[in-house]
């Protein structure tokens, strides 16, 4: 589990649904939300889209064996994702810009940015 910090400086409200205890969140401008103890969740941003965080509990993602760290969480927004692994609890910081654009940072554990493919035809 790992505690999430949604700020939101953007100009419209957005919204969270986190799977832990089924908890929505309606996050008004030029406030901030902390969430702990975070499974899963979404996070919809008006006008933008939605952005998915998947708790990938100690399973690893193929192909990137680097950050090392016991615990996983993928973030996918639209066509960019960022993966980040942690020891202990993790902490993560999305904020919101005046554009609507999302930001990520941490303080505990190693964030990078990958890339997974949209869509895979066989």
Known sequence: MYNL???????YEC???GSTGNRIFN?????????????DGILSIYGQGTISLLDLGDK?????PIPKETWGVLIRVQT???YYRYEGGGDLTLTINQYGSLEISTNNGNLI?????ELTIK
Not at 29 to 37: E, L, W
């Open 27 to 39: 996050i008004k401008p030029k406030t901030s939300q902390t969430i702990d103890n975070l499974g």
């Open 15 to 17: 919204g969270f649904k």
């Open 5 to 11: 910090t949604i700020t939101n400086n953007y100009k």
């Open 113 to 117: 940015e990958i890339k997974l493919p």
């Open 80 to 82: 960019t994702e960022a």
């Open 60 to 64: 690893k993602i193929i192909g990137y």
